[in-house]
């Protein structure tokens, strides 16, 4: 029998080829270590032309978690805390690292994943209103995901609300993109990554689920933001000795457009998954218009499909009913976009 | 004109003056620092004795939010976080202690400031029943207050209840007594002390609230729990040196029983400021049945009554009415309390 | 038998009785809490007046490793550490309260307990000049004691060149005053309060060992350092909730300069038993002006002294000689100091 | 011209290429993440193998600094401290992430980089003897490094007298092996990774400076400190996504001695320069048996060398002389050393 197609996650396979080619072209070549070398120096002028130029930092760490961490790490005053949304990556899926590092998450409610300006901004009055201000975690930063976990967008007119009022507080704005491509990608999106450069203090561009083996670019747009940025780095175990791996895996990746190509494709056939899903008369639990798909489906029907597919449980719906995701990626084939297609028509 | 009458809080005045007393008699007694006194050693004793005795470890420190930090500290794995009701007292309004000590507060929904038992076994359950649980903070304890924020007590019962499942999932329970006293003194109350050794891992008995100028009485149960206790007080900046301090209010708080009568005089008076209240038509937001009420009150009512008494906001309650809360405490006098309850009646 | 006579430390009494007069006298007055009371905003004043005047923040905490551990991490990035002698308290005697909090205490060898301005100077040049400085703690500001452990001063001079190399580094100057009435009242001393605020960023004038029953009043002179200080001492457990207390001792021991006169009388003392132990043929571990002395003592007198007398064992000195500390304190009597010396003279 | 041949450090090439390759051919290979995959089954099957065996955990991580501190923090109480050389990698050149963890680096002085039994035994000895010990940090586990910063070795001997030492106190033993493989392949080595099981309670085999690109396997030998260790992995960042990359080299590296022997050839050529220096009249900061050789040169040696090879300054060694790093690792060709070796002999 064949192995299962699986859609469980976009971190499935190594990565594209081409940067398997370069690394062992480049492999013996002998480079100073922790991200000063050339390939890295290249790499950083690649992502700042891609976010239009200007006077930006770029650093390479190597996974998202580490690079959320190390970021509002650098931040936060001991008594702040980082507004995100309840459903935030920081705030369910990283064990505590935020807190680890001695900060509150303070999570807002978000029945879609994602926040409004006007939630941002009522938290932060309500924190200085407060008479007893002093008492409670001071909220210090803003993070909100682009894509959300839930594979959705903020539209250029949310961020520009958002960015306000980051900045009416003082506030700097982080963007967490360990999917940026696919967001940046998608046909619903009206944001560049020069617009983010401007509306955000600083975000990332995830690679590891994006064509490389690993490795996320952290571009810092906020000067005041930048000093010393490497101890922090290295404090929070993020400076990878052979950093010419980070460099040269994004150099590949952003030198002639590759980054955005695989994206486009991926949700192009996250597109399509989700037509089909509709088509069959399901429901999805957002509507998504990234990699992410999140069909509402009985039982009986996530039984048939996990015979030859592999996908994530996401959450009890109701009724019998499960959200489950659907995650396409840079890897993901026409053959199992096709096959898994079919099998929803046949359902 | 006279000073308003205030039932802001329940630490407006110094001590009892028998502590005051006390300290003046011992004054220029020599002894040896940090809570190894003869003072914190006679304390202990009674302590245990009210707790019915038994093997219990008892510690003296000096605020509430230092007893909580350092309590919860002792107990968590650095991966691990505390369950707690949303409006716990850690989660709202200690600027953010436990998360400067490095863990999450899971804090759980609670309309009235209690949390059940079903609830806190869900949280549980739900943590280990995810196959992402490693990337999650593990739930490792469970704090509730007793009586909570809002003035509110759990039956004998519901801490069974409660104790049955954190032991269930071998999670410690912690007990934030800050107004213990004012609890075990209400007439609503079913619950002893020595229930609580039995209930809780280990739990506070609150001073500085009860007649004391400052302290709180750590109890630790659970033999589990005690190892290098000191050790954490000192880091979290904990030990007095003059610890005999400690010793001696707690001393003559719990000699003759005077912590629970002064304890039982001021939920007498919030019983009857509550009573006046609602025979004067208004809602309490809670019904509480400890020195804390919370009367739901017209702006037009809260301003009058703003000119001869001191209470505290609380939370808008909707349609222009608001929740304030006024106290009483060891230290509320019959005087003010008729003053109060006659200008409620006059409403 | 008689009691022993104490010298093992300067906080084995309760408090001046002047306080104790005074908190009995307002016991029952009604203030706000955490410090924003009446008795808190006189002291300020008084303190301030005794600094000499000017823009000065000054703060109220409870104990002394509390107020070092909120202090250093007001001014500390996460990847800095805070330089100090090796036998500074923060790096022996406080559980590692800084550590905890997330910052290396960089210990310098220091055989007097005092550092000099030239290895401050070092240690920060040796940090930038090595090329993996982002693999180091980066030094991040300057700890020194005044009196030190050892009871020894810094000179005006001494001071200055300190300060400057500190502002050389950008590197903010703290000042440990646990003693710091025995330092300034010491007749070796060249340096005032108001030298202490022009030459240092923050310091602390301590009140546990100097009359009260506990505190320290945290003097900020740097305006850039002062912002959401109240945030640093809640979170680190150190916001008295009847802070008023804190501000009456502080204002009782500033009125009219009792604080000083208790100092001045202790170091009288100290100095006699110091004269009185070289008469008898001893030497001293280091050349204290200050309220402790340390003799270094073969076993037998050791022991002989300990009939009547207490003491505190410091160091082995070697050939069976050990250094041991006695204290003078605002408490100690004249009669215990006579007895101590008609002993000494008697060996 | 030519490029330098570099020496400065054993991480300045890409990989092995049989990692390349076999990353090559399995990399659309679909996998589930975070470490649980069959690449990770077989690198651990192959790991406890050259264990000798047994009932072993193996976690692997991307890199050193973080291995280290998440492998201490899951041992250490808040209170307690690591116990390291002054040289130890934790100390030096990890940029505060024990501290950031909240625990102090115990730091021993060891003039050649090795601690002794005698050391560790007082140091524990010390603690517990200090009557105020609860106000100090208490040692609770030792941290070696083998081999050392300085390339040194402990003798089974010194090993099995630190481990008894350990067990004594009741101290985890923890082994930093960046560098595990050119200590076992010295001549002079008579350890075994078997024996390091038997002694050690945790220790890492390093794969960054042995042949991978990043990676390092860490064994737990003490089954009381394995729960939940995942748990630590994520919260210190550490969780690789596509953890089958660090499975598949180690698995590489494991499979048929590939890592031993890529060791061994590294320490021959570097005792090959190690004699040429010694031929050549210079001395050596310390005997080291493995892969990094620290001779003492003056400066126009040090000048002329650096025209075609580059090696890293160490520490200034008086009279006008420097300890410079020259290192080799599985990639330094017999090119390279031979150039180097002709060079030494000319000067």
Redesign the interface.
């Known amino acids: 029998m064949t ?1 299962k197609r ?1 859609f ?2 976009d ?5 594209h ?1 081409a940067i ?1 080619e370069r ?2 072209q ?9 991200g000063e070398d050339e390939f890295c120096a290249r790499a950083r002028e690649m992502i700042v032309d891609a976010c239009g130029g200007g006077d930006l930092d770029v650093h390479f760490l ?5 690079t959320n ?2 970021a509002i ?2 931040i936060l ?3 702040q ?1 980082v507004v995100c949304a309840e459903s935030g990556h920081i705030n ?6 935020i ?7 303070l999570a807002l409610p978000s029945g879609d994943s994602k926040l409004t300006a006007e939630q941002i901004d009522s938290c932060f009055a309500g924190h200085y209103n407060d ?2 201000h ?5 909220p210090g930063m803003v993070y909100i995901s682009f894509p959300t976990e839930l594979g959705m967008l903020y539209s250029k007119a949310e961020l520009q609300a958002i960015s306000a009022v980051c900045r009416k507080w003082e506030a700097p704005l982080y963007i967490d993109g360990a999917r940026m491509g696919y967001g940046l990608a998608s046909p619903q999106c009206d944001v560049t990554l020069k617009d983010l450069t401007e509306l955000a203090d600083l975000f990332y561009i995830g690679g ?2 994006q064509g490389a ?2 490795g996320e670019a952290l571009v810092i747009c906020n000067p005041a933001l930048r000093k ?1 940025f ?3 780095i ?9 950093g ?2 980070l460099g040269l895996q994004f150099e590949t990746l952003f030198e002639d457009g590759l980054y955005f190509r695989l994206a486009s494709s991926a949700v192009t056939k996250a597109m399509a998954i989700r037509d089909a899903f509709k088509a069959a008369g399901f429901s999805m639990l957002v509507d998504s218009p990234t990699n992410q798909q999140f069909p509402v489906l009985p039982q009986a029907v996530i039984d048939r499909l996990a015979e030859h597919f ?1 996908y994530e ?1 996401w959450q009890d719906a109701g009724d019998g009913m499960s959200a489950v995701r659907f995650c396409t990626s840079w ?1 993901t084939t026409d053959e199992a976009v096709n096959e898994l297609i079919d099998a929803i028509r046949k359902l």
């Open positions: 192995q699986l469980i996650c971190y499935s396979e190594g990565a080829p398997l690394m062992a480049t492999n013996m070549r002998q480079s100073v270590g922790y190597v996974g998202g978690t580490q961490a190390t790490a650098s005053k001991p008594y805390g369910v899926h990283e064990t505590g690292a807190e680890h590092s001695g900060h509150k998450v008479c007893n002093e008492h409670m975690v001071q590891t689920k083996l690993f010393n490497r101890y922090f290295k404090q929070n175990g993020g400076m990878l000795a052979k010419r791996l592999g449980f890897a």
